[in-house]
């Protein structure tokens, strides 16, 4: 029980305290509209611009040059609803909200591969790292920016040149060579898993260094794949049972399809490619 002075003193302030909180809450929700809807303050970028858009580090390989199981199994893995959103996945949104909710922290992400290409193509600096709502709110308006200027093919064949998928590699081509020592156009299904399955944290399933834990995760995406109903069952069940080869010796990051991102900075806005989780 509080103190006759005290709760004497919140009678007399009742109203006042109560406006104040309304106050207070109406100008944290009004700063983070403008926040979002200005892309951070920094101003979003142009329908021309998101279309002129091309990554800094190495050529832009066409989608047509990925094969379809590689593009299936980033889709089944990290967005399965890919064709049907518009840049947001509000079921993926309001799951993940929930249980972090309940469990008091992140423990599940709502990122679709538009909001990973907004993450990385047009949020560069402190921001790229933080995890804030804000961040959160920003990536949101740029997704619905680039689905309004792009084609869903358009925007996957960006995900797939920028996407890191560990050792300084930024893009399935890179990648590929990097893990498998040959072309993307030449991999198997197994090694469509593989690589579909570093997003989620490269170096903990980096086929080099852990090659049990990438073993299990490959599975999981090919598992995935025969769910969502591009391959079958006995296809993925084929595929999970392929010994994972990799490229033997880990190598230097090769000039022209990755480089050090952390140091490297586009002078025009918001156009700084960092390394930022799938969050």
């Not at 406006?19 to 809807?37: E, H, M, N, P, R």
């Not at 299990?216 to 025969?226: F, H, T």
Request: charged share 20%.
């Amino acid at each position: 029980m509080y103190p006759p002075h005290i709760l004497s003193w919140y009678t007399r302030n009742r109203r006042r305290l109560v406006l104040g909180t309304a106050a207070a809450f109406s100008l944290l929700l009004l700063s983070s509209f403008l926040y979002s809807v200005s892309c951070g303050y920094h101003g979003c970028p142009s329908v021309a611009e998101i279309r002129a858009y091309k990554p800094i580090h190495g050529s832009m390989v066409p989608l047509e040059r990925i094969p379809q199981n590689v593009r299936n199994a980033f889709i089944a893995v990290e967005d399965r609803r890919f064709s049907q959103h518009h840049g947001v996945d509000w079921h993926a949104f309001g799951r993940a909200l929930v249980r972090n909710t309940t469990a008091f922290g992140v423990r599940e992400g709502a990122s679709t591969i538009t909001m990973q290409v907004a993450r990385s193509a047009f949020i560069g600096g402190d921001e790229c790292n933080d995890r804030s709502l804000g961040r959160k709110l920003v990536e949101l308006r740029l997704a619905q920016r680039i689905e309004s200027a792009l084609s869903k093919d358009q925007i996957l064949q960006l995900y797939l040149n920028l996407i890191y998928l560990g050792d300084g590699m930024y893009g399935v081509e890179a990648a590929s060579r990097h893990y498998f020592g040959k072309s993307v156009g030449r991999l198997s299904m197994s090694e469509a898993a593989m690589l579909a399955a570093l997003p989620r944290a490269p170096s903990v399933y980096d086929p080099q260094d852990h090659p049990e834990r990438a073993m299990a995760r490959r599975n999981l995406v090919l598992s995935l794949m025969a769910q969502e109903g591009y391959i079958t069952a006995a296809q993925a069940e084929a595929a999970a049972g392929q010994r994972l080869r990799v490229a033997g010796g880990r190598r230097s990051p090769p000039s022209g399809s990755s480089i050090l991102v952390k140091e490297v900075r586009n002078t025009s806005r918001t156009r700084a490619i960092r390394s930022c989780s799938a969050s």
